[in-house]
């Protein structure tokens, strides 16, 4: 039981690039070069995903929720940068990570504050959603809030490897979109 706990990170970021993979596939179906060379795509995923995650199981603990907090926050002011000053996404995105990577001066040795600026900067990318998809800041914040649950779940997956902030956000988005779509 431990060991399937363990790959459930993974099994989630997996879904949500065969998920994204899959739709850009249907999309392009007439045009066969290209569906080729995303089905090369995807087979290279998979190799990736399976030959290099490494799964460690992460017990939580109290600051999670902190996290969860930190990215619903990160999403909210990125958003909120780029709808009501337009700032426009990157800039929204770059100025809100930029503040949260000064958090761990307040204390260089505190592991807790090492851990701060990931949560918001995470949340930053969920707060990049155009303004056509997000219908406001209730939906922002509820990718904030799935963007910080995937993030504690994935703690210890796929470290060192780009992307994995990009992907977790973007599960807390389209997490959200899937949650209305269905009950609308």
């Known amino acids: 039981m431990t060991q399937l706990l363990k790959k459930i990170p993974v099994l989630i970021l997996l879904c949500l690039h065969f998920i994204f993979l899959g739709v850009v596939i249907y999309e392009n179906?007439?045009?066969?070069?290209?569906?080729?060379?995303?089905?090369?795509?995807?087979?290279?995923?998979?190799?990736?995903?399976?030959r290099n995650f490494k799964a460690d199981h992460s017990v939580f603990k109290r600051i999670d929720l902190l996290l969860v907090f930190l990215s619903i926050?990160?999403?909210?002011?990125?958003?909120?940068?780029?709808?009501?000053?337009?700032?426009?996404?990157?800039?929204?995105?770059?100025?809100?990570?930029?503040?949260?990577?000064?958090?761990?001066?307040?204390?260089?040795?505190s592991d807790l504050?090492?851990?701060l600026p990931v949560a918001i900067y995470c949340g930053?990318?969920?707060?990049?959603?155009?303004?056509?998809?997000?219908?406001?800041?209730?939906?922002?914040?509820?990718?904030g809030f799935f963007t910080g649950l995937i993030l504690i779940i994935s703690k210890g997956t796929l470290q060192g490897f780009g992307g994995k902030l990009g992907t977790i956000a973007f599960g807390g988005v389209i997490t959200i979109s899937m949650i209305i779509f269905i009950f609308s």
Request: with cysteine.
């Open 124 to 143: 930053s990318f969920a707060g990049m959603t155009a303004p056509m998809i997000a219908n406001g800041y209730l939906f922002i914040a509820l990718a």
């Open 113 to 115: 504050l090492r851990e």
């Open 29 to 50: 179906r007439d045009d066969k070069s290209s569906v080729i060379f995303l089905l090369c795509l995807v087979a290279f995923l998979g190799i990736f995903y399976f």
């Open 73 to 109: 926050l990160g999403a909210i002011i990125t958003y909120a940068l780029n709808v009501a000053y337009e700032f426009g996404a990157v800039l929204s995105a770059g100025i809100v990570g930029l503040l949260s990577s000064f958090i761990p001066l307040m204390n260089k040795r």
